[in-house]
């Protein structure tokens, strides 16, 4: 058993080299092309949905999933609680998005005065209950999908066919347990959040018979990303045809990105900007800075350069590093510290220490409360490949502390630019390292930034906007009795 394990993982890791990968889809895709797959067989033609094909395969792809839905996953007509909002993610974990499911679901409950349940795939392994503590704390409902057995009289041609799409007998089961759970709690409305979690309880929430389906979207169109599954695409597809369903995202640039994917009008899709509880972000004293400081090894005088991130291929954590050494051999007195935990973490660590610079760039793990690392930065430098519309980036200007962001996604519509930050169009260390620098040798610009950005995230990221914007996407399914803080006009 632990032979066939190794040589599973070892397959794996084969074909999701970016080469390897690539090579498959262009073959798979040339064999649908010839027809030599699909015409006989039709459910092989997963084999070739992939993204270089999404729209060749979209009548199969989308009949297979919806054919599975219907015979497999049992429909109910609900009695939907008015006052009751389920919110569907995969972990808790201390990431972006689900800061944003923690600020929207105490929003709902404090100031809206509803029932807010947070359902949520996955809480017992490693970090993924890293919120839910807080949730607890706060008295918002937090549960799991129950991981109960499940299995069907499907053949083998269905099992072929779900394995392809990536959905597999496994994705059919979280769909048919999510959507028994949706039926015990029966809200009036269920908000997703990001794509397997959209697919996965917004087909769950249409077999429960939920009268409102919010889909919430962080980023960019899923088939930018290596994990991405043809599923999705044809998961999305279905449901956008689905009056109870809204789609959400937190960029402009995101929403665009989705709209071309899925072939709908730019207006299906709406924009909700984060919202942050800036009155919570207060800056630390001196006094606790310079303990955190000293606590991670950072010297007490001189700038600093920042970052927090997960430690993903997306965020560019080793271009972030060379982009970091560059500044410090411009900066000779600045120092860097980089926030966060994932897979590339190590792989950053030893990066640092072969550019002589293990002493200089620090690297913390996941801090709980991202306030003290950040006014412990100067500049907040963000290398991502692919962004949605990055929290860290408006609470660090919440804060005064200007930021060097990529051209990607959404973060450019984090920052004023030329005011509160810059947007950098290429992705290369000297691009990154060009406008930080600048910020560190301009005491009046960044002077001038630190005054300006508390204002403009106030403006444009408070989470009272947020919440009234999500409450209309809501609807009038969502009726809860309103509190007193709602009366007055904060919602």
Known sequence: MQVRESLGRAFAWFVSRKRVRAAMEQVHYLLLRWRLLGARYPQLAYL?????????????????LKDAIARHVPVAAACPDPD??????????????????????LELQARANA?????????????????????????????EVPRTPWSCAAGWRDRVSWRASGLGQHGLSDIVRIAAAL????????????????????LAAAAAGVPRIVLGGRSVAPWRF???????????????????????????????DYARWLGVAPERIRVVRNGLALDELERPGADAVRRWRHAHGLPPGG??????????????????????????????????????????????????????????IRFTGLVRGPAIAIA??????????????????????????????????????????????????????????????????????ARAARGRAPDFVRERFALQRM?????????????????????????
């Open 48 to 64: 070739g949905a992939c993204r270089h094909m999404q729209a060749a395969d979209d009548t199969t792809g989308a009949a297979i």
């Open 84 to 105: 009751r909002a389920v919110m569907v993610c995969g972990t808790l974990g201390g990431g972006g998005a689900e800061r944003q499911i923690v600020n929207t679901a």
């Open 115 to 143: 029932q807010v349940t947070v359902l949520c795939q996955n809480l017992s392994v490693g970090s993924n209950d890293f919120f839910r503590q807080q949730l607890v704390d706060a008295g918002v409902s937090v549960a």
């Open 183 to 202: 039926r015990e709690f029966a809200p009036s409305v269920v908000h997703a959040w990001l794509d397997e979690m959209n697919v996965k309880a917004g």
């Open 226 to 256: 290596a994990i991405y599954r043809p599923y999705l695409r044809h998961g999305y597809r279905l449901l956008c045809a689905d009056p109870r369903v809204s789609l959400l995202n937190n960029s402009r640039a995101g929403a665009h």
């Open 303 to 360: 700038p600093t350069v920042g970052g927090i991130m997960r430690f993903t291929e997306e965020k560019e954590p080793l271009l972030w590093v060379h982009a970091v050494a560059m500044v410090l051999e411009s900066n000779p007195g600045a120092a860097a510290v980089l926030v966060g935990n994932g897979p590339l973490l190590a792989r950053a660590c030893r990066l640092a220490k072969r550019l002589g610079l293990a002493d200089r």
């Open 376 to 445: 412990a930065m100067d500049v907040l430098l963000l290398s991502s490949r692919y962004e949605g519309l990055p929290n860290v980036v408006i609470e660090a200007q919440a804060m005064g502390v200007p930021a060097v962001v990529t051209r990607r996604g959404g973060s450019a519509e984090a920052i004023e630019a030329g005011v509160t930050g810059w947007a950098v169009d290429e992705l290369t260390p000297a691009a990154l390292a060009a406008p930080v620098n600048r910020i560190l040798a301009d005491s009046g610009w």
């Open 467 to 491: 919440l009234r914007e999500t409450l209309q996407v809501y609807g009038e399914t969502f009726r809860p009795a309103k509190s007193e803080a709602a009366g007055r006009g904060d919602v």
